[in-house]
Nanobody
């Protein structure tokens, strides 16, 4: 199993910025894809941004142009810079990783970090 540890959530005013980070740790694994999802109260979990297995960055339409995902492969860490935050960005943000360990492909989620955008 791979452990995903998220940090960086919090309370911010509309128009503000936050940066999230997610570090993957464990032994003998190779990450295929890694990204961020979010879940607001009463709603389904949705993609925010992710790196695909081919290395491309995908964004949800609702965050494109405001959020930026990047990674540090040496540290098995991804980051999400969130600018121009809106109240509708309020949600629990989860890190997700699809990885190969041994002969199997596995999926793990972080514990989630709360992002609240409110004045």
């Amino acid at each position: 199993q791979v452990q995903l540890v998220e940090s960086g959530g919090g309370l911010v005013q509309p128009g503000g910025s936050l940066r999230l980070s997610c570090a993957a740790s464990g032994s003998d694994f190779s990450i295929n894809a890694m990204g961020w999802y979010r879940q607001a109260p009463g709603k389904q979990r949705e993609l925010v941004a992710r790196f695909t297995s081919g290395g491309d960055a995908n964004y949800a339409d609702s965050v494109r142009g405001r959020f930026t995902i990047w990674r540090d492969n040496a540290k098995s860490t991804i980051y999400l810079q969130m600018n121009s935050l809106k109240p509708e960005d309020t949600a629990v943000y989860f890190c997700n990783a699809i990885y190969v360990k041994g002969s199997s492909i596995q999926v793990d989620w972080g514990q989630g970090t709360q992002v609240t955008v409110s004045s």
